[in-house]
């Protein structure tokens, strides 16, 4: 979550209460998260010096928050790292903030995304060749029948991604 509220503070400095809609707005999409949840990241971020209160406005005195340097290079480290985690969200919260680096970096991103996204196809389609095999006894073929039907989402699901990156990789 810091490295969205990181690049969330990138596109502009923001209170609480703005992170909070921006991510109702647009991060949501990928990455839900609590008020205390951000709150919570917001308080690490400051006390690792990568945000830092810019302003504080209005008699309850909104503090509203700004990337540092040392925030700047933390979130292109994570955005050029090789993504780790759930696939989705991983590939997503990159994307989301792609714009933010230089041009002449977007390239490398997208590769590692298309990478990731298709080692995720190839294990499913490795498992669905495993279970393809299977003897499934006949009181269980129901369950194996939805069972299957799970597997055939996420490998429609990471084909439509691999599918989806690997276009906006052509791009550049």
């Known amino acids: 979550m810091a490295y969205v ?3 969330l503070l990138l596109i502009r400095p ?3 209460y703005d992170l909070v809609k921006s991510f109702e707005a647009g991060v949501s999409l990928f990455y839900s998260a ?3 949840s951000i ?3 917001l308080d690490g971020l400051l006390d690792r010096d990568r945000i ?4 504080t406005e209005g008699g309850r005195g ?4 700004r990337v540092t340097d040392a925030g700047r290079d933390e979130l292109e480290a994570w955005l050029t790292a090789e993504p780790t985690g759930d696939v989705e969200t991983a590939a997503l919260s990159r994307l989301y903030f792609l714009g933010l680096l230089p041009a002449e970096r977007r390239r490398a991103v997208l590769e590692r995304l298309v990478d990731r996204v298709e080692a995720g196809l190839a294990d499913l389609e490795r ?4 279970v393809a095999d299977l003897d ?6 129901d369950l194996a029948r939805y069972q299957l039907a799970t597997l055939e989402y996420g490998l429609g699901s990471y084909r439509y991604a691999s599918s989806f990156f690997r276009g906006l990789l052509d791009e550049h």
Do not use: F, M
Not at 127 to 130: D, K, N
């Open 34 to 36: 609590s008020t205390g």
């Open 62 to 65: 909104r503090k509203v928050y």
């Open 39 to 41: 709150k919570r990241a």
């Open 52 to 55: 830092e209160v810019a302003s």
């Open 127 to 130: 498992l669905g060749e495993q």
């Open 136 to 141: 499934v006894p006949a009181d269980q073929r």
């Open 14 to 16: 923001q209170s609480l």
């Open 5 to 7: 509220i990181l690049g």
